[in-house]
């Protein structure tokens, strides 16, 4: 058994030699900048700010042209016209819009309130034009002031809004006035107003009637619908400082 006394002899002297071998070096990797700590998180986790966002419906559209304007102009050619200047503007100034039609089309009354409600607007304005009057007619809903309600009825959703609606409609009146445009303010059941869940005016774009300050515009004058447009942006910003979600 001599050859097995040899062998576990040099097996052992094997693995002395491996057990007395350094273990390789272990490699290094380049140390980076430090990453600083993330910051605390504001507010409940997942939440967003409420965005501000207007809604533009232009009246009419299609087979429903609205009143004969200066020329036999349909009424449907002039808001979408308007709703299109006053989108583009808005846009320019960082707010995002919402158009219930970009096309020569009529949205139902409901498909028009839906787009608006489900927006979550902070401000919707419906678009009219007239050859009648002077100036900008602005109109509220005539629908009494009612609470808040979690779920209201949607034919009279406005009802919650009303006030809110008189504040932006003093908005709009005031940057009118400051554009030297005459402004007549009323009340009136516009649809879909009543069924908006939103701060929400009617505008109505007269012809402006000379006078001793203003000159005589026809409501189709180029300069003339972009002052009206400039002054109704102008009170949708100052709107986005006081609107309260």
Known sequence: MRWIEVASALAFAVIAAEAQQAPPPVQQLPQGPAVPALP???GPPGVQPPRFL?????????SDIGARIESGVPEKDVTLGLAGRLRSTLRARGVDVVMTRTADVNP???NR???ANHAQASACLTIHATATGSGVHLFTSSLTAAA???FPPWATAQAAYVTQSMKLESEIDTALAHAAIPVTLGKA?????DAVACPEVAVELAPLVGGHVTSAKALTDVSYQKTVVDAVAAALEQWRSDWKP
């Open 189 to 193: 059941s516009v649809a879909p107003m």
């Open 113 to 115: 309130a839906e787009t």
């Open 108 to 110: 139902a009354t409901v």
């Open 148 to 150: 808040n309600d979690r």
């Open 40 to 42: 605390a998180p504001v």
């Open 54 to 62: 207007v809604v533009i419906d232009a009246a009419h559209g299609g």
